[in-house]
């Protein structure tokens, strides 16, 4: 009787898939990293190396985790706008979409509003990111309700509406006249700028994904609102049959997704660009739909997943100079950390 449990034991030696999901996640990115290795050295390059130059511009350099904390700011916003819809059983793919409607709503406030102390204005810039955001997701649950649409379909297509909604603007009505013709509103005046900290490109827009991150465990953990979002989201004619507000749940958990993922494009507005121009986004809400959920859409689990996932993002401008690599070859690693980190978790589950 013993015999099949040790061979199963000798079977899964390497990796054991009966492991905490944690430590199933760091054998994942160590696979992963070995993978990429491979990689490098198949084209001629010494793994080894490159990765000595990653961990010492990166992690071991004050510079370099600036800019890692730079990147976490979008990408734990963006996670959260999954995160938190799917307690309810919804898939938001549009935090891209929505970063941008946020920074066009904070935009919009800070070039109109003539507001001219920060204490006042950046409080006014984040709720406007939280409504222009939120707003965005809820054309995607409005549709869901009132003509059955698949809300990830939905979601993911108003993604490019967003940007061609704000490239709109940019190229139009907003188009800074004293820009010599490129398509960016003029510069925010210091009162819409969130200060930076130190002399890096770092900001006090890191306030947000933490409060954000605590806000977001509370509730859903600790409150009889997540409770009820975990009950719809475990069964939703359960919950309906209990009484509890299905359809509330649903629209509430989506506008608060996508209002956190709005507050991201309030930061990068605020904190980075200083005015609104195309392309703000380089794919951070694509990148944080992926940080979600390989945090399985724990909001704790998802700071270490942004953490790993703006390291790789930083450590790609470093590549394509120390390696002579395309940028291409970043999502390469992007792509081996998910496989193998969600392969392992779906192993580990199917285990006997």
Not at 46 to 65: E, H, I, M, V, W
Not at 233 to 257: C, S, T
Request: a positive charge; aromatic letters at 10%.
């Amino acid at each position: 009787m013993q015999f099949p449990a040790a061979l199963r034991r000798a079977q899964s030696s390497a990796i054991n898939l009966t492991a905490p999901p944690i430590a199933r996640s760091v054998a994942g990115i160590a696979l992963a990293l070995v993978s990429f290795g491979a990689f490098l050295l198949v084209i001629g390059r010494n793994p080894l190396s490159a990765y000595a130059t990653l961990f010492t511009n990166t992690l071991a350099s004050p510079s370099g985790l600036s800019e890692v904390a730079v990147f976490m700011i979008p990408f734990v916003l963006t996670g959260l706008a999954a995160a938190v819809p799917a307690r309810v059983g919804l898939i938001n793919v549009g935090g891209e979409g929505q970063l941008y409607l946020g920074a066009w709503a904070a935009t919009g406030i800070a070039l109109f509003s003539g507001i001219g102390t920060p204490w006042l204005m950046l409080p006014l810039m984040v709720l406007a990111g939280f409504a222009g955001g939120a707003a965005w997701a809820g054309i995607a649950i409005l549709l869901r309700r009132w003509r059955n649409v698949n809300e990830v379909i939905c979601t993911l297509l108003l993604n490019f509406v967003a940007i061609l909604f704000v490239n709109i603007f940019v190229f139009g009505p907003w188009k800074n006249t004293g820009g010599y013709g490129y398509p960016y509103t003029a510069d925010f005046s210091p009162a819409a700028i969130l200060p930076a900290l130190g002399d890096f490109r770092l900001h006090w827009g890191l306030v947000l994904p933490l409060l954000g991150v605590v806000v977001c465990y509370v509730v859903i953990n600790h409150t009889r609102w997540g409770y009820n979002m975990r009950a719809v989201g475990g069964n939703v004619e359960a919950a309906r049959r209990r009484g509890i507000g299905v359809g509330k749940y649903l629209l509430l958990a989506m506008l608060a997704g996508g209002g956190l993922a709005g507050i991201a494009g309030m930061s990068e507005v605020a904190g980075i660009q200083h005015h609104l121009r195309p392309g703000i986004s380089s794919e951070f809400g694509y990148l944080g739909f992926l940080a979600s959920w390989l945090a399985g859409h724990n909001p704790l689990a998802l700071l270490g997943t942004a953490f790993l996932l703006a390291a790789i993002f930083v450590a790609g401008d470093l590549l394509q100079i120390s390696a002579g690599l395309p940028s291409a070859a970043i999502f390469i690693l992007i792509g081996l950390v998910l496989f193998m980190v969600l392969g392992l978790k779906s192993r580990g589950r199917a285990q006997p």
